[in-house]
């Protein structure tokens, strides 16, 4: 395994990360157990969840995910060993079900942590991420940014930072970072943080992947002077870019084919640019998985690479990508294919 640091923290975290998301829905609580113990056992000390798992989130499963973590991280008898990092969840007019109205005021913030804690069976969370922003700007498939001058948000960040800080000397949270976040948020957090004397957010989770590299046109420099990484979540797009539904290998149980309503990789762009680059992959000999998994390892600006498996096999052949170098030819392919057809699931 390789170990990036999290951002000027000093705290070493795998470059793989195993996302838990398909944790009490795709995955039960065995498997999420078994999981999480082969990825410990190969090195992978880094595990990401949220509050709203699992996905899709709905009534019936909100939280299933923590708690799996929880009951595994409690069978374990030692917590030190590993980092877990999980989220606070922003407005949403579909998740009403977890608090309503969804806001990052103080109070609510602390409802959330203590139910995570409460879930995860810890005292602590290393990393306690905001899941979206609370304003109005583009993210989940939204390429550009449309300006709402009636828009009703007022600008809580100071607060929001501030409140973060007291869970933090609070012992509750050990550092804290945002998601789905744009160049202008994560900025000013920067900036509140520099003038109020206040730790820093020290990573950003936002999607990444050979179907989407928006973070590379204003995101990846300030990943890079910072010392902001990326937690790059998505790097497989729901599994297109396994091959499998190329090869018709794809079963009834995959994502794409189980939760139609999700379908940020659905379009026939993603199709067409997914054939290309397995293309590459069968031309060079690669594994189509690692293949895309090693692209976005290799980024200078990922701090870690966020994967998600519901199988054992999937999730092998995932962690081992880390053990992939793409070559010049390879990536230089690649990048003929995102000049063609660039960034098709934003």
């Known amino acids: 395994m390789k170990y990036s640091e999290l951002g ?32 410990v ?15 899709p989130g709905r009534p019936e499963t909100q939280g299933s995910t923590e708690r799996i973590i929880g009951t595994w991280l409690k069978g374990r008898g030692t917590r030190d060993d590993v980092i877990i990092a999980t989220k606070v969840t922003g407005p949403s007019t579909g998740l009403k079900h977890i608090r309503n109205p969804l ?27 905001l899941h979206w922003p609370e304003r109005n700007t583009n993210c989940f498939g939204k390429r550009g940014y ?14 929001v930072l501030q409140t973060l800080n007291e869970l933090k000397e609070e012992g509750k949270i050990r550092h804290y970072g945002v998601s789905n976040e744009t160049p202008w948020g994560l900025m000013r957090y920067h900036h509140l943080s520099e003038v109020h004397n206040l730790p820093r957010m020290v990573s950003i989770q936002n999607p990444y992947s050979l ?11 300030v990943a890079m002077r910072e010392q902001t990484g990326l937690l790059a979540y998505s790097p497989m ?35 067409e640019a997914t054939a290309r680059y397995l293309a590459i992959a069968e031309d060079y000999g690669l594994n ?33 990508s880390i053990e992939v170098t793409l070559s010049q030819d390879v990536l230089n392919e690649i990048e003929a294919v995102h000049e063609a057809i660039p960034n098709p699931a934003p």
């Open 211 to 221: 179907l989407n590299r928006t973070f590379e046109v204003g995101l990846s420099e």
């Open 103 to 129: 806001r990052f005021t103080p109070e609510q913030i602390r409802t959330a942590i203590e139910g995570s804690l409460s879930r995860l069976q810890t005292d602590y969370v290393d990393l306690y991420q």
């Open 41 to 55: 056992d190969q090195g992978v000390n880094f595990i990401d969840t949220a509050e709203m798992y699992s996905v």
């Open 288 to 320: 189509m998985a690692q293949m895309s998994l090693a692209f976005v390892n290799q980024q200078p600006f990922t701090t870690a690479n966020i994967i998600g498996a519901t199988t054992m096999e999937q999730l092998r052949e995932n962690i081992s």
């Open 8 to 39: 000027r923290t000093g705290l070493k975290v795998s470059k793989i990360c195993l996302g838990t998301m398909t944790f009490g829905e795709q995955n039960t609580e065995a498997e999420g157990h078994e999981q999480l113990s082969y990825a």
């Open 146 to 159: 449309k300006h709402n001058p009636d828009e009703a948000w007022e600008d809580n960040l100071p607060q």
């Open 237 to 271: 797009a729901f599994g297109l870019l396994s091959g499998k539904y190329h090869r018709k290998q794809d079963q009834p149980r995959d994502r794409i084919n189980k939760f139609k309503q999700l379908s940020r990789y659905n379009s026939q762009n993603c199709q």
